[in-house]
């Protein structure tokens, strides 16, 4: 990297998945924004600029995670098993620039408050930071006592979740009040120019996507406002989610599941497009910083944000998947879904200057910027958290 005028970025002699294939492009970005996509920004374009050298690189855009537990997952094996707050080392260290963070099952030691103020905690750090209200239950904790006026008037909040159904740990909501709640969500989401997400985490009960299957069935809501996750978790799960997604509806899988009990994400993903399921409608997400539960044998464990990014690399060199339609499943798809885009997800002129730079043949990280703020150099972090040695 030629270190200049650090207002100006120059990203030169990269081959650009946008995520689409564009082939051999340089990048101009300016402060927090990409300003330019060309096939050659000459280095005397700006006087000074700073240059970032891309050759033998594959420039994407920075990763989307729509499912993290920024202050922690866990507690279900008492206080000791609380899970610390996620460090941003440990978020950017995966290629991600996006993050969503939710609550999961603990809305006792908990909170919204204590998540937003995480939120904003990291993106004062440099990244961008979302959250869902809400945790497994219902009625739904919030913030401001509703969930229409907390996604309405409050800006990190986007939706609602992780709203969990076919599990033993839910509230067991009936499809009435996940009407009711979809309801509460459309209408945050049309006054305040929002997502509206209903986020919903599905168990290993033997329900599955019924009451998802149900709901959409039976009412006007815009199916792609709901986001179910965690479908490949068992195979039973993952055939219901052909199933679901083939109706229009949005899938997201979870990173770090393996084929003994369910699908890895390379396996799902490749089942998924066999059967004929859009990429358009699947998105991969880490469930970063929560509880692993034990199995086989193995003790409990935490999830890794990290995973996903090694799962994503392990579609593209483990099963020689085409990398643009992988990458989507964590950029441009999941924008889209989150209504972000084309601020986020996608390297074109105007959109934020979150940027990833991998090895052409071993995906390794080389380079990360978000909001045109290089994180990661030459495959180092040069800056982390507050807290971070």
Excluded: W
Aim: net charge negative.
């Amino acid at each position: 990297m030629t270190h200049g005028n650090r207002a100006f970025k120059l990203l030169k002699g990269g081959h650009c998945l946008a995520p689409e294939d564009m082939g051999r492009k340089d990048l101009l970005l300016v402060l927090d924004k990409i300003y330019r996509v060309e096939e050659n920004i000459p280095l005397d374009f700006i006087p000074d600029m700073e240059v970032i050298d891309c050759t033998g690189k594959l420039i994407c855009p920075g990763f989307i995670d729509q499912h993290l537990h920024i202050t922690g997952g866990g507690g279900e094996e008492g206080p000791a098993s609380r899970i610390p707050e996620l460090m941003l080392g440990d978020i950017i260290s995966s290629g991600i620039t996006t993050v969503v963070g939710v609550l999961g099952l603990d809305g006792i030691t908990r909170s919204i408050p204590g998540l937003l103020a995480k939120a904003r905690a990291l993106t004062e750090e440099g990244i961008t930071a979302y959250i869902y209200t809400g945790s497994y239950g219902l009625p739904a904790i919030t913030l401001t006592g509703k969930v229409s006026t907390d996604i309405g008037l409050i800006d990190q909040i986007i939706g609602v979740g992780e709203i969990a159904i076919a599990d033993s740990r839910s509230s067991h909501p009936t499809v009435q009040q996940l009407r009711e709640l979809a309801c509460e969500a459309r209408t945050g989401a049309l006054i305040g120019a929002k997502a509206g997400v209903v986020h919903i985490h599905v168990g290993d009960g033997k329900e599955g996507l019924v009451p998802l299957f149900s709901l959409t069935e039976e009412s006007d809501f815009p199916m792609d406002m709901f986001v179910p996750t965690h479908l490949n978790r068992n195979k039973r799960l993952l055939n219901q989610a052909v199933e679901y997604a083939g109706k229009g509806g949005k899938i997201d899988l979870t990173a770090g599941e393996t084929d003994d009990t369910g699908y890895s994400v390379p396996s799902a993903l490749e089942l998924l497009l066999k059967n004929g399921v859009p990429v358009e409608n699947i998105t991969v997400s880490s469930d970063g910083n929560g509880s692993v539960p034990s199995r086989n044998g193995n003790p409990p464990g935490v999830g890794k944000a990290k995973q996903l990014y090694e799962d994503i690399r392990g579609c593209i060199l483990g099963r020689g998947m085409d990398a643009g339609t992988v990458l989507k499943t964590v950029t441009s798809n999941v924008a889209r879904t989150l209504k972000i885009y084309p601020q986020k997800g996608v390297l074109s002129s105007g959109s934020d200057a979150d940027i990833l730079v991998l090895d052409k043949y071993d995906f390794s990280i080389h380079t990360l910027l978000a909001g045109g703020e290089v994180f990661i150099e030459n495959g180092r972090t040069v800056k982390k958290g507050r807290f971070e040695s």
